[in-house]
């Protein structure tokens, strides 16, 4: 989780999902309209994706590392799936894991698109 003080406001979209920043809340609404249009299908809220496992080390468990974008679907336009995250502040730990992401995705045979707006 990114500190709060990084945070702008918890904002509303036209759907009634509590989203993390104005810009968040308006891109929803954007992909909800889209997706009325058919012109993408699938949307998906705050999808995560698994960076590295939970495991056990020396006895002891350690808690996974996952990814959490704000959003997922498939682009019939692209005719791809598009992972989509509408970050304000990026944090160091921010830049680390969509590194990570953009890593795994880069092993898959057909990968979705990863967008940063
Ligand atoms: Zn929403």
């Keep these: 989780m990114v500190p709060t003080k990084y945070r702008s406001k918890w904002t509303q979209c036209r759907s009634g999902h509590n989203h993390q920043s104005k810009k968040e809340a308006e891109r929803c609404n954007e992909l909800v309209l889209l997706e009325k249009a058919g012109e993408i299908k699938d949307l998906e809220q705050q999808p995560k994706y698994q960076l590295v496992p939970s495991y056990v080390y020396e006895g002891k468990k350690v808690r996974g590392i996952s990814y959490g974008a704000d959003f997922a679907y498939w682009d019939n336009r692209l005719g791809r799936r598009v992972i989509e995250d509408v970050k304000g502040f990026k944090t160091k730990?921010?830049?680390?894991?969509?590194?990570?992401?953009?890593?795994?995705?880069?092993?898959?045979?057909?990968?979705?698109l990863f967008i940063e707006t």
């Excluded at 921010?94 to 880069?106: N, Q």
Aim: glycine share 0%; charged share 30%; aromatic share 4%.
């Design 93 to 112: 730990v921010y830049k680390l894991k969509s590194k990570m992401l953009k890593h795994l995705l880069s092993t898959e045979p057909d990968p979705p």
